[in-house]
């Protein structure tokens, strides 16, 4: 699909659609990278090659969401890859929108107050206090954005200086890396390793880091550490000495703990959450993060916030102002409306904090049951909504040389989207580049599906792994 320019005698491919540009892995990382221009267009290739992308902002010019949200359309097949439900929240959440948009309030209608909507950081303040036993103050030490995904920003690009360094746990979600270059630093990877290869049934509590290797990464440069509990994609959730370790060397190396803790709420028992920021001495270095789609099951609101002392989040607070200003007041009206309602039954069975867990427990054993039928050998997760999977019991019976991506797992997600009609992500998209080879086995399923989605994807595995030969074919 290209963009069309000139009279209508005589049109000029000039452009390439912006999908078709951000999802082609061969633009990425590279200075020589191909531009979005026919050279046959002079003038323009004239105008446009004084305009090209940045060198700063080139780590993120690919998008593995991009690529496989358009595979999956092309190719109409089950997605399980992409993290969102499939079915509505309770109706009380989107209640509260309707109610704000429709009431006699013109102030709703309005810019709010650009650090967070009053009502909402006060709901926030109010229940955080409660989480953290700590006084937490709404004007000052929250901050609302637009998702989670603008307060890591705003988190990354407020405290890192040219050079400083970033340490950044593997598998990540993708946008750490590229939002660390963009404020010039260095992002320094360290991967989790599973201690426990041979197990007959994986947990992502197997997988840990390594304290010697940790240490070894921080030094005069180190800014910050971003850590991501519970995680995605693994769904591990950080235990109290992991926790304990990680503060102990940023407490020594006077760094900064960036939290992500969007899944704060998808906890599955027995294991428990711990906020890093309730460790001693460890307020007053952490920025937590938080959001409203993950805590709600609504994405599409994307209201994010991040917390802290205030004088960690003054930084924030001034890339929001002239990034971003302020969110929409609806949302946030709506969103205080529905904090408030869940903060009043905090702790008790109707919570929907504790009821959406209980309502995943079961769709998160059913997928592993699918997968493991299926051939596949899953990870338990402790928390979030994400499973990985091994895929490689099926690498000898298949050939998957009509693909041609560096990395197999990336040849196999997009075989089997074309072929069997069923899609996860590679999860080598979660790691650095120079440690890919080490994701390549496996692949990342959400289960936070209706379960007649789930029984689809069941009867798919079935019924190709029924119709597989029997023998290995050639590759």
């Known amino acids: 699909m290209v963009i069309l320019v000139g009279t209508a005698s005589k049109r000029v491919r000039c452009f390439q659609t912006i999908s078709s540009f951000l999802f082609n892995k061969n633009n990425r990382f590279s200075a020589s990278a191909p531009t979005a221009i026919d050279t046959n267009c002079a003038a323009d290739k004239f105008v446009m090659d004084k305009f090209k992308l940045p060198s700063r902002h080139e780590a993120g010019v690919y998008s593995v969401w991009i690529e496989f949200s358009q595979l999956a359309v092309t190719t109409k097949c089950l997605n399980l890859g992409q993290g969102f439900p499939d079915y509505d929240p309770p109706s009380r959440f989107s209640d509260y929108l309707a109610q704000v948009a429709t009431e006699k309030n013109s102030f709703f209608n309005q810019y709010t107050r650009g650090f967070g909507h009053a009502r909402l950081v006060k709901a926030l303040a109010d229940l955080y206090s409660k989480l953290i036993d700590r006084k937490i103050d709404p004007m000052n030490e929250i901050m609302v954005t637009v998702g989670a995904y603008e307060a890591l920003y705003c988190a990354i690009q407020g405290n890192i200086e040219v050079g400083d360094e970033a340490i950044i746990i593997e598998p990540f979600y993708d946008c750490y890396e590229p939002m660390v270059r963009t404020a010039g630093g260095i992002p320094r990877f360290i991967p989790l390793r599973n201690t426990k290869p041979n197990a007959s049934t994986s947990h992502s509590s197997d997988w840990k880091l390594d304290p010697d290797e940790l240490a070894s990464l921080f030094n005069s440069k180190t800014k910050l550490i971003i850590i991501n509990t519970p995680h995605n994609p693994l769904g591990k959730i950080f235990d109290y000495d992991e926790l304990t370790m990680i503060a102990n060397l940023a407490k020594k190396h006077n760094v900064l703990v960036i939290s992500d803790e969007v899944y704060e709420w998808l906890v599955y028992k027995p294991t428990q959450h711990i906020r890093i920021a309730t460790l001693p001495e460890m307020w007053q270095r952490t920025i937590t993060i938080g959001s409203a789609g993950k805590t709600f099951s609504m994405t599409g609101w994307k209201l994010g916030w991040a917390y802290g002392p205030s004088y960690l989040m003054k930084n924030l607070c001034v890339v929001h102002q002239t990034a971003i ?151």
Not at 329 to 339: D, I, P, S, Y
Not at 398 to 415: A, G, H, I, M, Q
Not at 455 to 472: D, G, Q, R, V
């Open 325 to 475: 200003y302020t969110c929409a007041t609806t949302v946030q009206e709506a969103a205080a409306r529905g904090f408030e309602h869940e903060i009043a039954l905090l702790g008790t069975p109707n919570s929907y904090f504790q009821t959406l867990s209980d309502e995943l427990q079961p769709k998160m054993n059913y997928l592993f049951k699918i997968l493991q039928d299926g051939g596949f050998k899953p990870i338990m997760p402790e928390g979030g909504y994400f499973m990985i999977a091994d895929w490689t019991n099926f690498e000898d019976q298949l050939d998957l040389n009509s693909e041609t991506d560096k990395y197999k797992d990336f040849r196999f997600v997009k075989w089997l989207s074309k072929n069997i009609k069923l899609q996860g992500i590679p999860y080598s998209a979660f790691y650095s580049e120079g440690n890919k080879r080490m994701a390549e086995n496996y692949l990342r399923f959400c289960f936070f599906k209706k379960d007649e989605t789930l029984k689809k994807a069941e009867n798919i595995l079935t019924t190709w792994t029924s119709s597989l030969p029997k023998k290995k074919s050639k590759l």
